[in-house]
């Protein structure tokens, strides 16, 4: 297997198995099933063909698909392999490039449009305080390119999710370890509370996050008391939701169910698992993005603790970083 990538002395092991849901239509929508994982490495690599349902598939003899596992915990998948070229960045601002490697290792340079980008880019700290969301800008020959801020040396992992631009494929998630050198002083994960607050906004999540049940998570956008109800369209949507499981890093990423612009944005997720997550809402107003985090454990509602949140900004702990690109 091509992984493009050492696996870092930060790196906890990925072990678990973990469902993953991703919205597609019309900017919004309900989440959809994700794709169905290989079989270990060598699977990942075999040729695919398109199924009845226009979905790939295994070639004729293969044996039946293993269960589904999580999103972002395999460097290679559907003959896919994310290829770190930066794998140890410098602390503070740094460029990252890397690329999606194809099963004859080559750089794959055409990638389906989604949620107006063709890769979106995620880089997210081991204790899960640091989170980036980058838009990388693609060469000719189809390396990325994005400049990232990580504030502190530690274990760090950079998920791309995308969708190849060939006919029957499906959305892939894939993740690559990060290894930012010095001395690693991991933070304690942020207390579970129904509040967030990031430059003088209140964001209130409300809803369950239920194991192996779809519900509604909905976040409340505020500012001085009062509703925000003229968010901006960011991405083609009023809101982005990641969640990363803690431990593994699994990666849950869903986009909002159909509304209108705020104060509410709703979303439909499903936690594969029982556990702790932290969840990372980007949202727009006044033509700036705005990161949000909540740490939520599934099967409690999110609006039952009462704790104030931690402040998120956009350059120490959960924060938005365009890599350069200027917000709309």
Not at 21 to 49: C, D, I, M, N
Not at 80 to 101: I, M
Not at 115 to 141: C, M
Not at 150 to 167: M, Q, R, S
């Amino acid at each position: 297997m091509n992984t493009g990538v050492k696996i870092t002395a930060f790196a906890a092991a990925l072990a678990a198995t973990f469902g993953t849901a991703y919205g597609v239509g019309k900017g919004v929508g309900p989440v959809e099933e994700p794709a169905k994982a290989e079989h270990g490495e060598h699977a990942a690599q075999e040729p695919r063909k398109e199924g009845a349902d226009g979905h790939a598939g295994h070639e004729e003899g293969a044996t039946a698909a293993a269960p589904d596992l999580p999103g972002g915990l395999q460097v290679s998948q559907d003959g896919y392999t994310l290829a770190l070229e930066t794998p140890t960045p410098a602390v503070g601002r740094s460029t990252l490039r890397f690329s999606v490697k194809d099963a004859s290792g080559r750089k794959v340079t055409a990638f389906t449009t989604e949620h107006g980008k063709e890769l979106h880019f995620i880089v997210a700290s081991r204790d899960l305080n640091t989170f980036r969301h980058l838009h990388p800008v693609k060469a000719a020959d189809g390396t990325w390119t994005v400049d990232a801020d990580l504030p502190a040396a530690g274990g760090y992992k950079a998920f791309a999710d995308f969708k190849p631009a060939v006919k029957g494929a499906r959305g892939v998630t894939l993740g690559a370890d990060l290894s930012v050198p010095g001395a690693y002083a991991p933070k304690p994960l942020p207390a579970v509370a129904p509040t967030a607050t990031v430059d003088g906004y209140q964001v209130r999540l409300g809803g369950v996050l239920d194991p192996g049940k779809a519900g509604e998570l909905r976040l409340t956008v505020t500012r001085a008391g009062k509703p925000v109800t003229d968010l901006e369209p960011y991405l083609g949507a009023y809101g982005h939701l990641v969640a990363l499981r803690d431990g593994d890093l699994a990666y849950l990423h869903v986009h909002p169910n159909e509304g209108g612009p705020g104060p509410d944005v709703s979303f439909t997720a499903t936690a594969p698992s029982a556990g702790t997550y932290r969840l990372f809402l980007d949202f727009q107003h006044e033509g700036k993005v705005r990161t949000a985090a909540f740490t939520v454990k599934a099967g409690v509602t999110g609006a039952a603790p009462a704790a104030p949140a931690p402040a998120a900004s956009g350059t120490g702990g959960a924060g938005h970083d365009a890599g350069g690109h200027a917000h709309r």
